[in-house]
């Protein structure tokens, strides 16, 4: 028994998560950003990566006060739990996901199934994983995610040293066993579309 599995991500048209520059690329908008904050209103957890944590800096929190006194309302805290996978446990104990919010747990080196029956102990029943491009595809290609939010944001960033979404691998969901797409949405310059992969 696992939690259902939401995988959100933002890319540019050529597949690209952030450019090479030390600063953040923005590739939404301030409306998406606000349906990733539904997203994460309806999630009891958010799973991220270090690489993220040390990239970007995120407090994984849901933004709207309406929001959260909704989730207070039903009887869960005002953030989801959130939660980060490292492989060497180098994260700076400062860092925004530390912050008050919202729980945090690091898992260290543990396999994905075993992350995931842990969660499932803890109480969560729908997980959202919001990167980073590595850990996004260690979820895809074990074929353990159940919904596919893709961004695509109108422009081309190029660069081979930029991390892109996926990446190499063998992901389940090939030619001969293809996502259904279940939505698309413009929201301003960017487009939601929304798959479902049949892990279930």
């Known amino acids: 028994m696992r939690p259902y599995v939401v995988v959100s991500a933002a890319v540019s048209v050529d597949g690209y998560l952030d450019d090479a520059s030390p600063n953040r690329l923005l590739l939404s908008n301030d409306a998406d950003f606000d349906r990733v904050d539904e997203v994460r ?27 959260r006194a909704a989730r207070e309302a039903r009887g869960a805290i005002g953030s989801p739990l959130r939660v980060v996978l490292t492989r060497s446990g180098r994260l700076d104990p400062a860092a ?43 979820f895809l290609t074990a074929g353990l995610v159940d919904e596919l939010h893709l961004v695509v944001a109108p422009f081309f960033v190029g660069d081979p040293a930029a ?3 996926a990446g190499p691998g063998t992901y389940p969901n090939g030619p001969d066993r293809r996502m259904r797409l279940v939505e698309t949405r413009p929201i301003g310059d960017v487009v939601l579309l929304r798959y479902l992969l049949g892990s279930r």
């Open 96 to 138: 925004a996901v530390f912050a008050p919010g919202a729980e945090t747990v690091v898992y260290r080196g543990e396999a994905l199934d075993v992350v995931l029956a842990d969660l499932v102990r803890r109480g969560v029943g729908r997980l959202l994983v919001e990167g980073g491009g590595s850990v996004q595809a260690q």
């Open 41 to 67: 209103a309806g999630c009891d957890a958010i799973l991220v990566g270090a690489e993220t944590v040390r990239r970007d800096n995120p407090r994984l929190l849901v933004r709207s006060a309406e929001r």
């Open 163 to 165: 991390p892109r979404f």
